[in-house]
């Protein structure tokens, strides 16, 4: 089968993403709401590092399977 050449547009620029700002949109929203739970700080790190009571070393855990 033979090719077809595709012409090439001189000065083209891509095109802006139209989902782009309500994505930033999105991900500001969460990071409100993670921030408002003091999940995270200021700076997007975990605010707790430890783990339920549950979860720790040497508990007896279920994982219900």
């Known amino acids: 089968m033979k090719t077809i050449p595709?012409?090439?547009?001189?000065?083209?620029?891509?095109?802006?993403?139209?989902?782009?700002?309500?994505?930033?949109?999105?991900?500001?929203?969460?990071?409100?709401?993670?921030?408002?739970k003091r999940i995270i700080d200021a700076q997007g790190r975990r605010v707790r590092q430890d783990l339920p009571a549950d979860m720790r070393e040497g508990e007896d855990r279920d994982f219900g399977g």
């Open 6 to 36: 595709n012409p090439k547009v001189e000065n083209s620029k891509p095109m802006a993403d139209p989902y782009y700002p309500a994505a930033v949109d999105r991900v500001k929203v969460a990071v409100r709401k993670l921030q408002e």
